[in-house]
């Protein structure tokens, strides 16, 4: 597990203009990306206010092991060092930019991240999306199984599918709404055409970082030495064609079209401030089997993230009203930590590779308000809801955009940010 350090204390100030007390990146955050100045390619930066510092052009200033993977334009290699060296990045990167002493040498490698591109961080070899959040099954279940929303297996294992790794795309770049096949109860046969109830999922990504090999299990109390950092991510979903196709196997192509991350990667060690205790169970839920089993990890291994979702319409943005908040709530509404995530998945001796993703799934509250979709929102869109421009919506229109947004946040520590995971939707293609 991570341990807090010198780089977390709230009084570090940086002489970089805006990063004290920056709502998402001040010095004490310091998360991870691959960005482009305008006409460049694209390289290694670190996040600070609202500046990127060039790693690459850094380099001479880092420690050599790391700077050695920052070469190029992506971190993957960066992910594959032990997290002792990340730590060593971390703690160099802090000093360079809180001592006034390099600031003449570095600040010429700065960009202003408002004229800059962002990339994914990594090459993702595979996805993984879980189901890990308890209230948005029970929520989700409920609709069809009223008495039993929660399927037997789903307080013993947890639940996953393999997702598609080639649509990943970063905050900013557009979903196209994806149409297959669909079939309405009172039909007698599907159709195919644009999905008629696009939905977004409020998660949280994890990007692997030390794999294992084939064959070899990841122990639960080592977890999370394999877990490089974090992101936001929305797992895009087309509930009619998922309500169709999902049967026996699971999703495919109402997944499949695009996954949103956001760019930065929040490092395991910015977040160690931020680790809390896995709630309690509720009373007769079974104990997780052994393997799933570490006292460490249930006291330390939950993350104290408050999460948001908006969304705007395109007639809201041209009337100027501001985004509506759709959704506020916790991390710890999670029903497995990601220890026990990435322990699960190792454990029939999957090889995780170095910047692998993975989904929590959908973090949902157990009231209004606090829902991670908008299948839960609308009760599988039976009651709609009214926008400041007088709109109704079930599910999302074309034009609407989504935005994901974090915040950690501890007494005595400084709050970070993970930025923002947007992204508008387009109709679907002729």
């Not at 991240?113 to 099954?137: E, N, R, S, V």
């Amino acid at each position: 597990m991570t341990a807090i350090d010198d780089t977390h204390d709230a009084g570090l100030r940086s002489w970089v203009p805006g990063a004290d007390g920056h709502a998402d990146f001040p010095v004490q955050n310091l998360p991870l990306g691959i960005f482009s100045p305008p006409g460049e390619a694209a390289r290694a930066g670190v996040a600070i206010g609202d500046m990127i510092l060039d790693l690459a052009d850094a380099a001479p200033w880092l420690p050599e092991t790391a700077a050695r993977t920052l070469g190029g334009a992506m971190l993957n290699a960066l992910f594959a060092l032990p997290a002792a060296d990340r730590v060593a990045l971390r703690r160099r990167l802090s000093k360079l930019l809180t001592a006034d002493t390099h600031r003449a040498a570095l600040k010429p490698l700065l960009h202003p991240a408002a004229d800059c591109t962002m990339h994914l961080p990594c090459a993702i070899g595979d996805y993984t999306d879980f189901y890990a959040g308890i209230h948005h099954a029970e929520n989700v279940g409920r609709q069809f199984r009223p008495d039993q929303p929660l399927l037997p297996n789903y307080q013993w294992v947890p639940i996953g599918y393999h997702g598609r790794a080639s649509s990943v795309r970063p905050s900013g770049v557009p979903v196209r709404r994806p149409s297959g096949q669909r079939k309405a109860p009172d039909a007698d046969a599907p159709s195919f055409g644009p999905s008629q109830r696009l939905d977004y999922e409020l998660e949280l990504g994890v990007w692997i970082g030390r794999g294992n090999a084939l064959g070899e299990p990841i122990p639960i109390g080592g977890a999370s030495e394999h877990i490089a950092g974090f992101c936001l991510l929305n797992d895009w979903s087309a509930r009619d064609l998922q309500a169709w196709e999902y049967q026996p196997l699971g999703p495919f192509l109402a997944k499949n079209f695009q996954t949103s991350v956001s760019p930065w990667v929040v490092t395991a060690e910015a977040l160690a401030p931020f680790r809390v205790a896995q709630p309690p169970r509720p009373e007769g839920d079974p104990r997780p089997l052994p393997y799933l089993c570490d006292e460490r990890d249930q006291r330390h291994g939950a993350l104290g993230l408050e999460l948001e979702v908006h969304l705007s319409s395109a007639a809201m943005r041209d009337a100027g009203h501001a985004p509506v908040r759709l959704s506020a709530g916790t991390a710890t509404s999670l029903y497995w930590t990601v220890a026990q995530l990435v322990t699960h998945h190792a454990s029939g001796g999957c090889n995780l590779q170095p910047s692998d993703l993975l989904g929590t799934g959908t973090i949902s509250g157990p009231e209004d308000g606090s829902f991670g979709s908008l299948l839960e929102i609308s009760r599988g869109g039976r009651e709609p809801l009214t926008l400041p421009t007088g709109e109704a919506r079930t599910f999302l229109a074309d034009g609407d955009e989504v935005t994901l947004s974090a915040r950690a946040s501890a007494e005595g520590f400084a709050s970070i940010g993970f930025g923002q995971c947007r992204a508008v939707v387009l109709p679907a293609r002729a």
